[in-house]
């Protein structure tokens, strides 16, 4: 078969479940480069501090970054893994704040915005640092599903309520290694 560089593969198995591509390459390429586009005219001369999300975003953080042209500071953040019990859904505390974020323009970098809660939460901790400003920056997000309203200033695309994996994206840990981003196909 011929190498990532050259072909998709149409259809991904990831553990027990089928992916069909959804997302290629180029059209993800595109929107990066759009959105860096934004930022680099929105925050020119702010310095800003990027706080790409692991591990989803690392993929993403890493192409968007290389199309960032202003100066500015990236550093990585995550969230803990164990799972809240509050009655407000899964809240997960965020981990690894390495900057002291205060009178710093924040953008968080985040692999994909589902129901929002993860992002509101996220919001919610950053601002008690006391940023100048915080902007969040999502590759996907799933316009059906949100739950809460969360401000998305940069996005690089809507996708339906279905579960994708790839592109920084995982399924139980695994899928996350590839270029194209593929919806799992229901059976
Ligand atoms: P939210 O709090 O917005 O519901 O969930 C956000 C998090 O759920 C994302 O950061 C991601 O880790 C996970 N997530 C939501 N939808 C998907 C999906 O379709 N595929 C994968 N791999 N993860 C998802
Ligand atoms: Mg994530």
């Known amino acids: 078969m011929g190498s990532k560089d050259c072909e998709s593969m149409e259809k991904l198995q990831v553990?027990?479940?089928t992916f069909a591509?959804?997302?290629?390459?180029?059209?993800?390429?595109?929107?990066?480069r759009r959105?860096?586009?934004?930022?680099?005219?929105?925050?020119?001369?702010?310095?800003?501090?990027?706080?790409?999300?692991l591990n989803g975003a690392?993929?993403?953080?890493?192409?968007?970054?290389?199309?960032?042209?202003?100066?500015c500071e990236v550093s990585f953040i995550k969230l803990a893994s164990y799972q809240g019990t509050q009655t407000t859904g899964a809240v997960r505390e965020v981990?690894?704040?390495?900057?002291?974020?205060?009178?710093?323009?924040?953008?968080?970098?985040e692999d994909i915005i589902?129901?929002?809660?993860?992002?509101?939460?996220?919001?919610?901790?950053?601002?008690?640092?006391?940023?100048?400003?915080?902007?969040?920056?999502?590759?996907l997000v799933k316009p059906d599903a949100l739950k809460v309203q969360v401000p998305i200033h940069y996005r690089c695309m809507n996708i339906p309520n279905d579960f994708i994996v790839g592109y920084g994206?995982?399924?139980?840990?695994?899928?996350?290694?590839t270029r194209d981003v593929y919806t799992l196909v229901k059976d």
């Open 58 to 71: 690392f993929i993403f953080a890493a192409d968007l970054l290389r199309e960032v042209t202003i100066p």
């Open 35 to 53: 959105v860096a586009a934004e930022i680099n005219r929105d925050l020119a001369g702010k310095e800003p501090l990027f706080l790409p999300v």
């Open 169 to 177: 994206l995982d399924y139980d840990g695994f899928g996350r290694n």
């Open 15 to 17: 553990k027990d479940k």
């Open 114 to 139: 589902d129901s929002g809660l993860t992002m509101a939460h996220m919001i919610e901790t950053l601002e008690a640092h006391n940023p100048a400003s915080i902007s969040v920056c999502s590759l």
């Open 95 to 109: 981990i690894g704040l390495a900057k002291d974020i205060t009178g710093r323009h924040v953008v968080i970098v």
């Open 21 to 32: 591509i959804s997302i290629r390459e180029a059209e993800i390429q595109k929107e990066v």
